[in-house]
């Protein structure tokens, strides 16, 4: 087995998963906002390592082990978060004229003025938007779903790579979840700090739409991509 640079950018990418997953927990802006940081170089390491292995010819067996373990850690590392921090659904409770508001008569409600509330929604003009339980069930579930069908159809000697709705759709889900940490720390920030201003607001809705329509395009691309992946490969198990 060998530890060359791309598999030391994988064995990175599982040390610092955990940080991921843990800092956003924090109840403070600086610290959610270093798990976004480190999202973003986890992220950009996930594209890399696995460039540079197959363009320097570096592709080891160890690479082949480790890289399907980090990917799979940091999407648990991110989701968990998520589901946790976000809200599980579309709460309108969470909105209440009848509270004094921290942020402009939206956020108030979800957190408390040090900012250690647990519930971060993407703020829209229509409502908050959390992460419901059935889309991280879709997501999780597709990815074992994925990961079993694919050692299955390699016991039967095939071997299936990703597709192009499949990398559009990580594409999408990274973006997502970029959106998601940076709004825990800024969501945090804002609490703190009472940021009561029409330009808060509007940052608000904007970071809100974005996350939701990553959010909408990914679970899309995810059912999408699962289907393909059947209609393609699924003769390898017929008899």
Do not use: C
């Amino acid at each position: 087995m060998s530890l060359n640079l791309p598999n030391s950018l994988t064995v990175g990418r599982i040390v610092i998963s955990p940080l991921v997953a843990l800092l956003p927990f924090a109840p403070s802006w600086s610290l959610r906002f270093a798990a976004f940081a480190l999202f973003i170089v986890v992220a950009v390491t996930d594209y890399w390592d696995g460039k540079l292995a197959r363009s320097r010819n570096l592709v080891t067996r160890l690479g082949t082990l480790l890289d399907p373990l980090a990917d799979k850690l940091l999407l648990l590392a991110t989701f968990v978060p998520m589901f946790l921090l976000a809200g599980n659904g579309w709460d309108a409770s969470l909105v209440s004229p009848h509270r004094t508001p921290v942020v402009d008569g939206v956020l108030g409600p979800m957190l408390r003025a040090d900012g250690s509330g647990a519930a971060f929604p993407f703020l829209t003009p229509w409502g908050p938007v959390g992460l419901p339980w059935w889309i991280l069930g879709v997501v999780l579930g597709r990815e074992l779903f994925m990961t079993l069908f694919r050692q299955a159809a390699a016991r039967r000697g095939v071997v299936i790579g990703a597709i192009g709705p499949a990398k559009v759709k990580t594409g999408f889900q990274w973006t997502w979840v970029g959106i998601a940490f940076f709004w825990f720390g800024a969501a945090t920030l804002a609490a703190q700090e009472r940021w009561t201003s029409p330009a808060w607001r509007l940052f608000a809705w904007f970071n809100g739409i974005a996350g939701v329509l990553t959010m909408a395009v990914a679970v899309a691309l995810t059912v999408w991509s699962m289907w393909l992946y059947l209609r393609r490969y699924g003769t390898v198990f017929r008899a």
